[in-house]
């Protein structure tokens, strides 16, 4: 009765000890897969950012114009 106990304590731990490992690997997944999509979303945002900037300052100064 005692060893029957025992062994599904054990299994029981084991079974923690995996869904914790597979809750950590997903974590990680989740978290790269996050920070990838957030660094394109950044790199799209400083484009469309000089590409405005660059619009503006074409603005300033017409085309034909000549600036000593």
Same mark, same amino acid.
């Given at each position: /009765? %005692? #060893?029957?106990?025992? #062994?599904?304590?054990? *299994?029981? !731990?084991? /079974?923690?000890?995996?869904? =914790? !490992? @597979? +809750? %950590?690997? +997903?974590? !990680? %997944?989740? =978290?790269?897969?996050? $920070?990838? /999509? /957030?660094? @394109? @979303? $950044?790199?799209?945002? !400083?484009? &469309?950012?000089?590409? *405005?900037?660059? &619009?503006? %300052? #074409? @603005?300033?100064?017409?085309? =034909?114009?000549?600036?000593?």
């Amino acid at each position: /009765m %005692i #060893s029957n106990c025992q #062994s599904k304590i054990k *299994l029981n !731990i084991h /079974m923690n000890f995996e869904a =914790g !490992i @597979r +809750f %950590i690997v +997903f974590l !990680i %997944i989740f =978290g790269v897969t996050n $920070y990838l /999509m /957030m660094l @394109r @979303r $950044y790199e799209n945002d !400083i484009k &469309k950012k000089k590409y *405005l900037q660059q &619009k503006k %300052i #074409s @603005r300033l100064y017409p085309k =034909g114009s000549f600036i000593f």
